[in-house]
């Protein structure tokens, strides 16, 4: 069973569109980080959002942090080639004591042609 | 700064051999991880350690083992290599824990295949 589901798992746009990606679980987070990953490299983060209902922006990307901390969505506006690659959610649960546990999604691929 | 660096960058093993593969970590980092990322299953965590001297599993750690002698290194060792293990790998680093909300700094990640 996946906790983190994304969707779409694939998206194709042309350059000038705008997107919308989503993260959605059944599971509280107390932190839900987004990260971008290109071919042949390891995942960067993009952001961290950590407050119900918070709104992050970076340049033309839009997070959101659903107010009940289960779900995240990733908005681009007029998106440009340079922001091709595999866009991957990855959720903080909540727990007692210090064991570590932080889930990723499997991951959107996101392809925008010229 | 190099950051987080893995070695080899890939590798091509037969069933039942041995191999390890190096992290190496130079921003004083706590924390150090190991994952695997496989086609349609994202990210999955195999070991991973809270300091120096220290080792945990994660989700998938069988047939895999690690140590952390170094604070900076983070060692993952294949005993017997499986098909099942082809897959590419990846290391990682945080100063504290992601509870905490701290990043994760990723290495370029290592291509194996176990034929």
């Known amino acids: 069973t996946q906790l983190l589901e994304q969707s779409p798992q694939f998206l194709s746009i042309q350059e000038g569109e705008n997107l919308t990606v989503y993260c959605n679980s059944s599971?509280?987070?107390?932190?839900l980080q987004w990260y971008r990953q290109e071919p042949g490299e390891g995942p960067v983060l993009l952001v961290t959002?950590?407050?119900?209902?918070e709104v992050k922006k970076l340049k033309r990307l839009t997070f959101q942090f659903g107010d009940a901390r289960k779900d995240s969505s990733l908005h681009i506006t007029a998106a440009q080639p340079g922001d091709t690659g595999l866009y991957l959610c990855?959720?903080?649960?909540?727990?007692?004591?210090?064991?570590?546990?932080?889930?990723f999604g499997k991951g959107t691929l996101l392809t925008v042609n010229p | 700064n190099a950051g987080v660096t893995q070695t080899p960058k890939f590798r091509v093993l037969k069933t039942g051999q041995s191999m390890t593969l190096l992290c190496a970590q130079d921003m004083n980092h706590e924390y150090m991880y190991w994952y695997r990322q496989d086609p349609g299953m994202g990210l999955r965590l195999i070991h991973y350690?809270?300091?120096?001297?220290?080792?945990a599993k994660g989700e998938v750690p069988d047939g895999y083992n690690v140590s952390r002698l170094k604070k900076q290194n983070f060692l993952l060792g294949l005993e017997s290599a499986a098909p099942s293990q082809t897959s590419v790998y990846f290391c990682a680093s945080s100063y504290f824990s992601p509870w905490a909300n701290e990043k994760l700094f990723f290495g370029s990640g290592t291509q194996l295949s176990v034929l």
């Open positions: 350690s809270v300091g120096e001297g220290t080792t």
């Open positions: 599971s509280v987070f107390s932190s």
């Open positions: 990855a959720g903080a649960l909540m727990s007692g004591g210090s064991n570590y546990k932080l889930t």
């Open positions: 959002v950590v407050t119900g209902g």
